[in-house]
């Protein structure tokens, strides 16, 4: 399973760090997937962490959101800086291999 955390209501400009603790696998060895859900919009993917690889962001968030990992302690990061109201959503960690989703997190930004 995989357990997330963070997230909030911040202003623009603010920032925030989400994480996924994931159990119950090899974390290591599994890529994960951060995605997000807007408000009347379709989930898309935000960026990909792989094994062994650096982080692939969307082509239009990279600059303000990073993905990292720490493999000791089995979790995966999101942050965000100088967040903007078109990035208020749900946010998703998943993991493919196993088609396992997180329990999302709302992040709202408004002034």
């Known amino acids: 399973q995989v357990v997330q955390s963070g997230g909030g209501s911040v202003q623009p400009g603010g920032s925030l760090r989400l994480s996924c603790v994931a159990s119950?696998?090899?974390?290591?060895?599994?890529?994960m997937i951060w995605s997000r859900q807007a408000p009347g919009k379709e989930r898309e993917t935000v960026g990909i962490?792989?094994?062994?690889?650096?982080?692939n962001l969307r082509e239009s968030l990279k600059g303000r959101f990073t993905i990292s990992r720490d493999n000791s302690a089995n979790t995966v990061y999101l942050d965000i800086d100088n967040l903007q109201p078109e990035d208020t959503a749900v946010y998703y960690c998943?993991?493919?291999?196993?088609?396992?989703w997180g329990q999302g997190t709302q992040v709202t930004v408004s002034a």
């Open positions: 998943y993991v493919p291999k196993y088609a396992i």
């Open positions: 119950g696998f090899t974390f290591s060895d599994t890529g």
């Open positions: 962490s792989g094994r062994g690889v650096a982080p």
